[in-house]
Nanobody, 125 residues
Framework: EGQLVESGGGSVQAGGSLRLSCAAS????????MGWYRRAPGNECELVST???????YYSDSVKGRFSISHDNAKSTLYLQMSNLKPEDTGVYFC???????????????????WGPGIQVTVSS
C-alpha cells in the first residue's frame, strides 16, 4: 500500500524560503507523475505544482517564478522549494501521487487517490 509523508513546513516571514519534502513508499515512485496541492483557510483546494515522471514541471500562475518542484527517484522523494513566500501562500500543503487523478480530486471531481496527510505552511507579513 502506498504512503506519502510531507515534511519541512513551518512558519516564516514574507520573503523567506522553505523546502517541503514528501517521502514516498509502497509504489513505483519513479514511474508516477506527482503533485503538490494546498488548501488555505476557508478556501478550496488549489493545485500548486506538478512534475511528470520524466521531470517536466508545471506551476500555477500564483507560484510561477517563486517555487521549484523536483524529485529524487533514488530516494523516492518529491520536493517543493518555495522562495519569496507571501502571506497568501499560507495553508496546508499536500503531496499526491498520480497528479491527473489528484488534480481531479482537488477540484472535487473524484475521490480517492494517494495523498499525504498534509503539512502547515504559515507566512506572516
Amino acid at each position: 500500500e502506498g504512503q506519502l509523508v510531507e515534511s519541512g513546513g513551518g512558519s516564516v516571514q514574507a520573503g523567506g524560503s522553505l523546502r517541503l519534502s514528501c517521502a514516498a513508499s509502497g509504489f513505483t515512485f519513479a514511474a508516477d507523475d506527482m503533485g503538490w496541492y494546498r488548501r488555505a483557510p476557508g478556501n478550496e483546494c488549489e493545485l500548486v505544482s506538478t512534475i511528470r515522471s520524466g521531470g517536466t514541471p508545471y506551476y500555477s500562475d500564483s507560484v510561477k517564478g517563486r517555487f521549484s518542484i523536483s524529485h529524487d527517484n533514488a530516494k523516492s522523494t518529491l520536493y517543493l522549494q518555495m522562495s519569496n513566500l507571501k502571506p497568501e501562500d499560507t495553508g496546508v500543503y499536500f503531496c499526491a501521487a498520480d497528479s491527473y487523478v489528484a488534480t481531479l480530486r482537488c477540484r472535487g471531481e473524484t475521490r480517492g487517490g494517494l495523498w499525504g496527510p498534509g503539512i502547515q505552511v504559515t507566512v506572516s507579513s
